[in-house]
């Protein structure tokens, strides 16, 4: 067992935190946010993750995981200590490492004996380093001795607590042999891959992970937007290309691009990494341009099919930028219903979990639902932005009787077209051949 501090209770901090404790470890979760940790305390989870919830009340109960505000007696009292805060995109595209560097400093002034200090948060190559001098430069006894570590997470929102408790490699980047062990030891339960490699390479091979993952999304968006112009269908196209193992089949679904807190901060953290040292990335910048683009198509459909969209009633189905989540950071939703308002279009919008979020955003521009039904109730059209379950198993004879005109945008492709022709709807997804009056 490894007494763990981590400093961030954010959605990567409070997920590995848990999951630390979960396989037996002692675990203090400590920040800044006083009411955050107070809401903490008394079992109440900032985000929404599937079988969180549970996982923190059972850990808690059972004496392994704590929260506090009191981040110095959480560092000396800890033999690793991980740095989870933010790293959010600034305006030029780079990460904003504030808090990682303020944490770094509070380290250095409260290390009272050797530990181990991980960076869990995405950081742009070169940050361990950083990190390291900052703590030595704080310290009160320049005779204590410490590691930096990075050891990156892979967690995808919506699945983290499965991702970490199956995790299927840990990448750990360490400043000594001694540190690399420790943190190889404590992933050891997990029964996982490791690479054990340098600081720069481990922060490296984040965003190259990531980005290649975007690039992989942003080339079968394009594929798709070729296929409706020579009538091929991008369904069959993908899995064509997936059956090859030098490709495979994962991130090759067609849609309205990625979003979310990882890819899009990490493809334009890349970018400046990348003309910071004299590089021009270009491949890595078109995949950002071709992904704002895309998701924009389900605008342009709508115009194809109502032609001018002011004083239309548009139902908007799924707000967050994925499933299982209520995470609206870079989500489609944050282009596609400003640009519908903007064209006169009256919205009524539905997600089973992000309202709250969404409310944020958009204030009382919008009609929100709390039922997928009263979303369609006379709706001139449905765009599907997010495939939630409750619109993949849609009713859709009800929907057709419930809405005004049966036409369905969808963003996502949840639909084959056999079960839209006969079902009456006038259907237009990506990179497929669209559903039209006459073919039902």
């Not at 922060?203 to 112009?229: D, G, H, Q």
């Not at 691009?257 to 890595?284: E, M």
């Not at 006379?378 to 009713?395: F, G, H, R, S, Y």
Request: proline share 3%; net charge negative.
């Amino acid at each position: 067992m490894s007494k763990i501090t981590v400093i961030g209770t954010g959605y990567v901090g409070l997920v590995s935190g848990t999951c630390f404790a979960e396989i037996g470890n002692q675990v203090v979760c400590c920040d800044i946010d006083n009411s955050k940790i107070k809401k903490l305390n008394n079992g109440v989870i900032p985000i929404y993750e599937p079988g969180l919830e549970e996982m923190v009340r059972r850990n808690k109960e059972a004496g392994r995981l704590t929260f506090t505000t009191d981040i110095p007696s959480a560092i000396q009292d800890a033999e690793i200590i991980y740095i989870a805060v933010g790293t959010p995109m600034t305006i030029t595209g780079e990460a904003d490492l504030r808090y990682v560097i303020g944490v770094a400093e509070s380290i250095g002034e409260h290390l009272n004996s050797y530990k181990v200090i991980v960076n869990k948060s995405t950081v742009p190559v070169g940050t361990g380093r950083m990190v390291q001098r900052l703590i030595r430069e704080n310290l009160r006894d320049s005779s204590i001795v410490f590691d930096v570590v990075s050891n990156p997470e892979f967690l995808r929102e919506g699945s983290a607590l499965s991702d970490c408790m199956n995790m299927e490699r840990a990448v750990i980047g360490a400043t000594s042999d001694k540190a690399a062990q420790i943190i190889a030891d404590l992933h050891e339960p997990f029964d996982t891959d490791l690479l054990i490699t340098d600081l720069e390479s481990a922060e490296m091979i984040k965003y190259a992970s990531n980005c290649f993952l975007a690039t992989k999304i942003s080339y079968i968006n394009a594929i798709a937007n070729v296929c409706e112009r020579v009538g091929a269908d991008v369904t069959s196209v993908a899995k064509g290309m997936g059956m090859d193992s030098r490709i495979g089949s994962r991130f090759l679904q067609a849609g309205i691009g990625y979003g979310g807190s990882c890819f899009p901060k990490d493809t334009h953290a890349l970018a400046y990494i990348a003309d910071s040292v004299g590089y021009n990335f270009r491949l890595l910048k078109s995949v950002i341009a071709a992904n704002d683009a895309q998701k924009l198509v389900v605008v342009n459909k709508l115009e194809q099919v109502l032609g001018d969209l002011k004083g239309r009633t548009i139902a908007i189905l799924g707000l967050a930028f994925k499933p299982n989540t209520d995470d609206m950071r870079d989500a489609p939703s944050l282009q596609i219903i400003p640009a519908l308002l903007r064209q006169g279009a009256s919205l009524k919008c539905y997600d089973p979990i992000a309202l709250s979020e969404a409310r944020v955003h958009f204030g009382d521009r919008v009609l929100y639902t709390e039922d997928v039904e009263e979303c369609l109730l006379n709706a001139d059209a449905a765009v599907i932005l997010t495939e939630w379950d409750q619109v993949k198993l849609l009713d859709l004879a009800k929907a057709k009787q419930l809405m005004s005109a049966p036409i369905i945008v969808d963003g996502r492709n949840c639909f084959s077209l056999e079960l839209m022709r006969e079902s009456g709807f006038i259907y237009h997804s990506i990179g497929r051949p669209v559903v039209t009056v006459e073919d039902n």
